[in-house]
């Protein structure tokens, strides 16, 4: 029975931090982006994210997104530069096809800098992929 159950793999679905200009505050922030890079659009998209290490760990945060085009991208969080030394993950659930996915993205902690900034495909903004 147990080789029965379908489990489907989420691809190109992908968490991305970027590094980008806030002109209200006028200062560079990180900010956690979910990225639909399908040809089809994804829908009822849930986004629960958490800092931890072993002596700390930050609130859980969900998002409810909804429902995402296809090649498109939106914004699930502002990030604060002390939450960067802790392990951050994202863990993405949505519906396509009529089926349920489900991915874990992990930023380990003190990965996320200036220096491993790379060109992120459909944001067109420098970031982070995990």
Not at 36 to 43: C, H, Q
Not at 86 to 98: G, H, I, K, Y
Not at 100 to 120: D, G, N, T
């Amino acid at each position: 029975m147990k080789k029965d159950i379908e489990i489907p793999v989420a691809k190109d679905v992908h968490v991305a931090i970027i590094r980008e200009w806030n002109d209200e505050f006028l200062s560079k922030d990180w900010n956690a982006y979910i990225i639909n890079d399908r040809s089809d659009a994804i829908e009822m998209v849930i986004v629960v994210s958490k800092g931890f290490d072993e002596d700390r760990k930050t609130s859980t945060m969900r998002h409810g997104i909804g429902k995402m085009e296809a090649k498109s991208f939106a914004k699930i969080e502002l990030i604060q530069e002390e939450v960067l030394a802790l392990d951050n993950e994202f863990f993405v659930t949505f519906f396509a096809e009529d089926k349920l996915y489900e991915k874990r993205f992990l930023f380990p902690k003190y990965s996320v800098s200036e220096k491993k900034l790379q060109q992120i495909p459909i944001v067109e903004r420098e970031g982070i992929l995990p």
